[in-house]
């Protein structure tokens, strides 16, 4: 096979599917704005219909997760952190909103599969459900994010917690409309996710500070965007700053280069999204 | 108005063993499994009012051409055009989540079609009644039966006012009162000018009810033009000049003539069902050969008298039943029939709701053979069959000539 793509024909397709990649999913939420609502409100409903507890379980999950690690680190293990920093501040401050990205990265490998009876002999937007599914869960993890922030610190860190969430949101994008394809048309990768997500959250500074990471391995940090993500997001919480400049800018250059690949990957995939399910 | 315009489209996929190879060709833009040409390249245009009946055998390609419309696949070439609102009933609860209540559904389908909250909020009402499913609408969709599905898909796909109205193999929506309703908002879309596609086995609907007609075969649009005149063609090409009448027969098997032909008895009946669940029924039929009645008659060529009597039922709340009667061959092929509206028949109900015709052949004209006699109990229009007696009478014709064929006409030589 012969790849023969002129450089600039190249260049003009990266531009416009980089571009596609965020403006089309808010352009089609937007077009769409009544049967995103009514999505929402069926994935609210879903949720908690049928349990007797209802709506307690969409906190309740999460933070029995979060009291399991508590209980097992804090109390039984009594992990204690460099310069005095509480084990449970350092640990919630990183742990939630990782179990969001987790959560939704964890859903769009069978997002389409879960949705199909919905779209497939319907005209509907198939561009909806990936960010359908990044909203539904920011919506969800935000007030818990920020009721936490706000027990452990004060006001102050309403705002910081907020701006976490919000670039959980946008981080999501490019990666759930790639795992959202990838995850029907390849099986593996389907299978392969939830692993990879588990193994992700011991190698990544959650459960311990990244100090704590012996100096040699300090340098694969680097290599795990998760850990910039949780670094970003100890560094607004705690200290109301952002971390140093070398995340930011790998942060935003791996986001940024996985935008044009993942809308590309969608678009050509469309057509084929209702025979695959 | 110009309402679907399609030229040269036409759909070609590849058919593959499992996702990742179809995968593959996603990368690669390269197909590699097996070349399904689903449809060739079709023009059309469809204005509003207009019906347009899509005929073929399985696998012709017309549920292809109808799922283009309908938006729910994309072309692989071709310009397609489609102005307006779009409602598909392309199959059983299309667009319905088994989890989600009636209620939900309604909301979840019409915003699917792009309408918005408060004007569903408004129409909400209309279509819950219409569908007929009352208190069932919060229970999750999964629980009904197949019945209450079409039933609430249909009242969602017309309540809303599409443009376009593409029905797939559902004229016949449920039973009884429904499928009376639903074919009478469909008559009432067809009247206020929309454009309905239709699509059906049912060569007896299309002419009906299409003014347009195409014949697809493998793919490919084989004849295009007037119902009459395209059905005609694709039952030639069939070889059998299947009976329409009898196709239209799905709920109640047929009584055979080695089967007791039981009328019901209206009063006891009324206690079993709902009221004016069935509209329309029959509570005696006689067939006589000059004065001998009998379910296996004797016929002598253009000598014996053979005549109809029916008694039915038919509901108050609709215009009286219309009776068809038609002779088949033993192959089902109609020889001949006769409706009470194609005459113009003046017919009375009594206070009973009974309506009492007599039908005469005065001399039949049929030639030697074993023939069948049939009678229907049809909608004022004769479109929708309420009931009917397939094979009710047998009729063994004798002649005293040679003549070959199935019918003498009258005819002289000069």
Same mark, same amino acid.
Not at chain 1, 2 to 17: D, E, H, M, R
Not at chain 2, 161 to 167: A, K, N, V
Not at chain 2, 188 to 207: A, P, R
């Given at each position: 096979?012969?790849?023969?793509?002129?450089?600039?024909?190249?260049?003009?397709?990266?531009?416009?599917?980089?571009? &596609?990649?965020?403006?089309?999913?808010?352009?089609?939420?937007?077009?769409?704005?009544?049967?995103?609502? &009514?999505?929402?409100?069926?994935?609210?409903?879903?949720?908690?219909?049928?349990?007797?507890?209802? &709506?307690?379980?969409?906190?309740?999950?999460?933070?029995?997760?979060?009291?399991?690690?508590?209980?097992?680190?804090?109390?039984?293990?009594?992990?204690?952190?460099?310069?005095?920093?509480?084990?449970?501040?350092?640990?919630?401050?990183?742990?939630?909103?990782?179990?969001?990205?987790?959560?939704?990265?964890?859903?769009?490998?069978?997002?389409?599969?879960?949705?199909?009876?919905?779209?497939?002999?319907?005209?509907?937007?198939?561009?909806?459900?990936?960010?359908?599914?990044?909203?539904?869960?920011?919506?969800?993890?935000?007030?818990? #994010?920020?009721?936490?922030?706000?027990?452990?610190?004060?006001?102050?860190?309403?705002?910081?917690?907020?701006?976490?969430?919000?670039?959980?949101?946008?981080?999501?994008?490019?990666?759930? #409309?790639?795992?959202?394809?990838?995850?029907?048309?390849?099986?593996?990768?389907?299978?392969?996710?939830?692993?990879?997500?588990?193994?992700?959250?011991?190698?990544?500074?959650?459960?311990?500070?990244?100090?704590?990471?012996?100096?040699?391995?300090?340098? #694969?940090?680097?290599?795990?965007?998760?850990?910039?993500?949780?670094?970003?997001?100890?560094?607004?919480?705690?200290?109301?700053?952002?971390?140093?400049? &070398?995340?930011?800018?790998?942060?935003?250059?791996?986001?940024?280069?996985?935008?044009?690949?993942?809308?590309?990957?969608?678009?050509?995939?469309?057509?084929?999204?209702?025979?695959?399910? | 108005?110009?309402?679907?315009?399609?030229?040269?489209?036409?759909?070609?996929?590849?058919?593959?063993?499992?996702?990742?190879?179809?995968?593959?060709?996603?990368?690669?833009?390269?197909? %590699?499994?097996?070349?399904?040409?689903?449809?060739?390249?079709?023009?059309?245009?469809?204005?509003?009012?207009?019906?347009?009946?899509?005929?073929?055998?399985?696998?012709?390609?017309?549920?292809?051409?109808?799922?283009?419309?309908?938006?729910?696949?994309?072309?692989?070439?071709?310009?397609?055009?489609?102005?307006?609102?779009?409602?598909?009933?392309?199959?059983?609860?299309?667009?319905?989540?088994?989890?989600?209540?009636?209620?939900?559904?309604?909301?979840?389908?019409?915003?699917?079609?792009?309408?918005?909250?408060?004007?569903?909020?408004?129409?909400?009402?209309?279509?819950?009644?219409?569908?007929?499913?009352?208190?069932?609408?919060?229970?999750?969709?999964?629980?009904?039966?197949?019945?209450?599905?079409?039933?609430?898909?249909?009242?969602?796909?017309?309540?809303?006012?599409?443009?376009?109205?593409?029905?797939?193999?559902?004229?016949?929506?449920?039973?009884?009162?429904?499928?009376?309703?639903?074919?009478?908002?469909?008559?009432?879309?067809?009247?206020?000018?929309?454009?309905?596609?239709?699509?059906?086995?049912?060569?007896?609907? /299309?002419?009906?009810?299409?003014?347009?007609?195409?014949?697809?075969?493998?793919?490919?649009?084989?004849?295009?033009?007037?119902?009459? /005149?395209?059905?005609?063609?694709?039952?030639?090409?069939?070889?059998?000049?299947?009976?329409?009448?009898?196709?239209? %027969?799905?709920?109640?098997?047929?009584?055979?003539?080695?089967?007791?032909?039981?009328?019901?008895?209206?009063?006891?009946?009324?206690?079993?069902?709902?009221?004016?669940?069935?509209?329309?029924?029959?509570?005696?039929?006689?067939?006589?050969?000059?004065?001998?009645?009998?379910?296996?008659?004797?016929?002598?060529?253009?000598?014996?008298?053979?005549?109809?009597?029916?008694?039915?039922?038919?509901?108050?709340?609709?215009?009286?039943?219309?009776?068809?009667?038609?002779?088949?061959?033993?192959?089902?092929?109609?020889?001949?029939?006769?409706?009470?509206?194609?005459?113009?028949?003046?017919?009375?109900?009594?206070?009973?709701?009974?309506?009492?015709?007599?039908?005469?052949?005065?001399?039949?004209?049929?030639?030697?053979?074993?023939?069948?006699?049939?009678?229907?109990?049809?909608?004022?229009?004769?479109?929708?069959?309420?009931?009917?007696?397939?094979?009710?009478?047998?009729?063994?014709?004798?002649?005293?000539?040679?003549?070959?064929?199935?019918?003498?006409?009258? %005819?002289?030589?000069?």
């Amino acid at each position: 096979m012969s790849i023969a793509i002129s450089p600039l024909i190249f260049l003009t397709g990266l531009i416009k599917n980089t571009i &596609a990649c965020i403006r089309i999913p808010f352009k089609e939420v937007i077009a769409n704005r009544d049967l995103f609502i &009514a999505l929402l409100k069926r994935d609210f409903t879903n949720r908690t219909s049928g349990a007797g507890l209802g &709506a307690f379980w969409l906190l309740a999950q999460p933070a029995l997760q979060v009291v399991a690690f508590w209980f097992l680190l804090d109390v039984i293990l009594r992990v204690r952190f460099p310069g005095n920093v509480s084990f449970l501040d350092y640990f919630l401050i990183g742990m939630i909103p990782w179990v969001c990205l987790s959560e939704v990265m964890q859903r769009s490998v069978r997002l389409y599969g879960e949705f199909a009876a919905i779209f497939k002999k319907t005209p509907f937007p198939l561009a909806l459900l990936p960010i359908l599914s990044i909203t539904i869960s920011v919506i969800i993890y935000t007030p818990i #994010y920020i009721g936490v922030a706000f027990i452990l610190y004060d006001w102050s860190v309403i705002l910081p917690a907020l701006l976490v969430m919000l670039i959980i949101f946008i981080w999501l994008i490019p990666v759930i #409309y790639l795992f959202s394809v990838l995850g029907l048309f390849i099986r593996d990768f389907a299978q392969v996710i939830p692993f990879i997500l588990t193994m992700s959250m011991y190698v990544t500074p959650i459960l311990y500070m990244p100090q704590m990471v012996p100096e040699q391995y300090q340098f #694969y940090l680097a290599y795990n965007p998760f850990a910039d993500l949780i670094a970003l997001f100890h560094s607004l919480v705690e200290q109301k700053q952002l971390p140093e400049n &070398a995340i930011i800018y790998r942060m935003f250059f791996e986001w940024l280069l996985l935008l044009a690949p993942a809308w590309w990957l969608f678009n050509r995939s469309k057509k084929h999204i209702r025979e695959a399910v | 108005m110009v309402t679907i315009g399609l030229d040269g489209v036409y759909k070609h996929y590849h058919l593959y063993e499992n996702n990742l190879q179809r995968f593959r060709e996603i990368i690669t833009g390269k197909a %590699h499994g097996k070349l399904i040409k689903a449809l060739e390249p079709v023009s059309l245009e469809l204005k509003s009012g207009q019906v347009l009946g899509i005929i073929g055998n399985n696998g012709a390609g017309k549920s292809t051409l109808l799922k283009l419309i309908a938006q729910t696949s994309a072309p692989t070439g071709g310009n397609l055009q489609v102005n307006g609102r779009v409602a598909a009933l392309l199959e059983l609860g299309t667009g319905f989540h088994p989890e989600l209540t009636g209620h939900e559904n309604i909301y979840l389908y019409s915003s699917i079609l792009g309408i918005k909250k408060q004007t569903m909020d408004e129409l909400y009402d209309e279509v819950v009644d219409f569908s007929g499913i009352g208190n069932f609408i919060h229970q999750p969709v999964k629980t009904y039966s197949s019945g209450m599905f079409v039933r609430l898909a249909f009242s969602v796909a017309t309540c809303v006012e599409p443009d376009i109205l593409i029905i797939d193999e559902a004229l016949s929506v449920g039973d009884g009162q429904f499928a009376r309703k639903s074919f009478d908002r469909i008559m009432k879309f067809k009247e206020s000018g929309k454009t309905i596609l239709f699509c059906s086995h049912s060569m007896f609907h /299309i002419e009906a009810i299409c003014d347009k007609t195409i014949w697809l075969e493998k793919g490919r649009v084989k004849m295009e033009g007037s119902p009459d /005149i395209v059905v005609n063609a694709y039952k030639m090409d069939i070889k059998a000049l299947t009976s329409s009448l009898p196709e239209l %027969h799905k709920s109640t098997p047929a009584p055979m003539l080695d089967e007791e032909f039981h009328p019901v008895d209206h009063q006891e009946k009324d206690a079993e069902v709902p009221p004016n669940k069935n509209l329309a029924s029959f509570e005696k039929i006689r067939v006589f050969a000059d004065n001998e009645e009998g379910k296996k008659l004797q016929i002598i060529n253009n000598q014996t008298r053979l005549s109809v009597e029916a008694s039915y039922y038919s509901d108050k709340s609709v215009a009286i039943a219309q009776l068809a009667v038609a002779i088949h061959d033993e192959n089902d092929h109609i020889i001949t029939s006769v409706c009470t509206l194609m005459d113009d028949v003046e017919l009375h109900r009594d206070e009973n709701g009974l309506t009492h015709v007599k039908l005469d052949y005065p001399k039949i004209a049929l030639l030697k053979g074993r023939y069948y006699l049939g009678v229907y109990l049809m909608c004022e229009r004769c479109i929708m069959v309420y009931e009917d007696a397939i094979r009710f009478a047998e009729l063994n014709v004798q002649q005293s000539g040679r003549e070959l064929g199935v019918v003498s006409l009258p %005819h002289h030589w000069s």
